[in-house]
């Protein structure tokens, strides 16, 4: 079996030994010449591939993009938003943005049909995208399955360009809907630079570390278009509420941004913390930080102040703050951050039904 599946369960226990293997580079590297971002201050995003060559571009005055695709797998929660937060750093930073919604990829390789697949993509993505800051008026949004002529042309013509050893090395003995479903991926990446070559950056987890390499196999060996290899960046999964997967089909494990508040309140209540097992105990050696999933909820999304975030970490690995308290914190916040995201969403639900009749000519 290949070291990691695209379609499968990940779930990484050592990032570091990832990166050594497949040669990704640490983000510390261009930490400074990023914007301020709290993905990139906390390690959440860890580690890069020729990041510098984009962030050239960009000191040049030239052209760069970043892109992203949408695979549809129920319900928008945290670890969804991970992503916009990336969308919205480089759309503040110049980059032109394009997102493709992977509806051939969903139809392909899972029990979905298309207009499934777009259904999904629409109501638990694009108007949560919309309400979390992404602005869709400068953005090239396509779902794959109308990607047009050019789109799909390349994406056959890109299969010319791998070895079977390449590509069982990658996936295994992938299935042939996996392989048209990455091949339609590859094209995906090199599209914003179907008008002229431009270094891309696509932030991925790093589940999607295959495809990236082969992209830019094929971004080499494609004589057609002088593609630029893509650029990628990787975050970290963030964690289940109760330790192991954050998953879809588990809804104990995530909160979703449309969770109904007193739902939300009792997920975290239920949420696996670095506690220890007495308050004796507790007070004598401090929370176990590491295995604190409140923690990372607020360290990956709820707080952003820094100095905040510290406090609240020492006080709590000290054994001062009880688990009970924490998750207190995290329930108000979360409460705060939950009200204003359902007023926005209900903005962004008109302005997406407006977007989509006018760009996707898409009959729903
Ligand atoms: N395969 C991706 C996923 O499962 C979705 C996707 C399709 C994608 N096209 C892309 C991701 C292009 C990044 C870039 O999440």
Redesign the pocket.
């Known amino acids: 079996m290949p070291d990691i599946d ?2 499968g369960d990940v779930e990484i226990g050592d990032y570091s030994e990832k990166m050594d293997k497949f040669g990704i580079d640490p983000i510390s590297d261009v930490e400074e010449r990023l914007p301020d971002n709290l993905l990139v201050r906390r390690g959440i995003i860890f580690g890069h591939r020729d990041l510098d060559k984009l962030l050239d571009a960009r000191d040049e005055g030239e052209q760069f993009a970043m ?5 549809p ?1 129920g319900v928008f929660h945290f670890g969804h938003k991970c992503v916009v937060d990336q969308i919205k750093m480089y759309q503040e930073m110049g980059a032109q943005i394009t997102i ?3 509806d051939v ?1 969903a139809y392909n390789t899972r029990d979905m049909s298309l207009e499934e697949a777009r259904e999904l993509v629409i109501e638990e993505y694009l108007k949560n995208y919309v309400a979390l800051g992404i602005d869709l008026e400068n953005i090239d949004f396509y779902f ?1 399955s109308t990607g047009g002529n050019e789109y799909h042309l390349k994406s056959k013509q890109f299969a010319k360009h791998l070895t079977q050893n390449e590509v069982e090395a990658t996936y295994g003995s992938a299935e042939p809907g996996k392989i048209t ?1 990455a091949l ?2 590859y094209t ?2 090199l599209k914003p630079q179907f008008d002229g070559p431009k270094p891309t950056v ?4 790093i ?2 570390d295959p ?1 990236i390499r082969l992209t830019r196999e094929v971004a080499r060996k494609y004589r057609d278009a002088q593609f630029h290899k893509p650029s990628s960046t990787y975050n970290k999964f963030m964690r289940g509420l109760q330790g192991g997967k954050m998953s879809s089909s588990n809804p104990k494990s995530y909160i979703a941004l449309t969770d109904d508040i007193e739902d939300a309140k009792k997920k975290i209540d239920q949420a696996k913390t670095g506690g220890r097992d007495t308050l004796e105990e507790h007070r004598e050696k401090g929370a176990n930080i590491q295995e604190d999933m409140v923690f990372e909820l607020l360290a990956f999304h709820l707080i952003e102040d820094d100095e905040e975030l510290e406090r609240i970490r020492e006080k709590y690995s000290s054994g001062e703050m009880l688990s009970g308290e924490l998750k207190q914190i995290a329930k108000d916040r979360l409460e705060k951050f939950l009200e204003k995201h359902k007023r926005r969403r209900e903005e962004a639900s008109e302005e997406v039904e407006q977007y989509l009749e006018e760009h996707t000519g898409l009959d729903r």
Do not use: F, L, N, R
């Open positions: 695209p379609w892109m992203t695709g949408i695979m797998s493709a919604a992977a990829e794959q479903s339609t991926q995906d990446i696509v932030p991925v987890g589940d999607q495809h």
